[in-house]
């Protein structure tokens, strides 16, 4: 749960305006994730994501596949984005136990 508001937001908000105030309004707009929203679990979720794509880029390193990660994403040559695909995909199944749908772009 926050107890403090980010730095630097304070200057946007009315001067009396505290992070209670902040969190009941949040509440009372979306009382059905509120509590997801101040779970914590979204540094959790980032730092998957990392371990995630820090995974898909050793294995494609082992296989002697180059890739560059932007993101959520990585960058390899065409000849071979289906294999980079299959990789992401298995890599975000030994994680997860759901298999993803990657797509190229």
């Known amino acids: 749960m926050p107890t403090k508001m980010p ?3 304070r200057k946007h908000l009315p001067s009396h305006t505290n ?3 902040i969190l009941a309004a949040i509440e009372s707009k979306h009382p059905t994730i509120y ?3 101040t779970s ?3 540094m959790q979720l ?3 994501e990392s371990d995630i794509l820090v995974d898909v880029l050793i294995t494609l390193r082992s296989e002697g596949i180059v890739a560059l990660p932007v993101h959520d994403a ?3 040559r065409d000849d071979i984005s289906d294999k980079a695909k299959a990789v992401m995909k298995q890599v975000f199944r030994e994680h997860t136990g759901i298999t993803p ?3 190229l772009g």
Request: no cysteine; glycine share 14%.
């Open 19 to 21: 992070i209670r105030d």
């Open 7 to 9: 730095k630097g937001v």
């Open 40 to 42: 914590g679990i979204g």
């Open 35 to 37: 509590p997801q929203m």
């Open 101 to 103: 749908d990657v797509t």
């Open 74 to 76: 990585v960058v390899v």
């Open 46 to 48: 980032f730092r998957k």
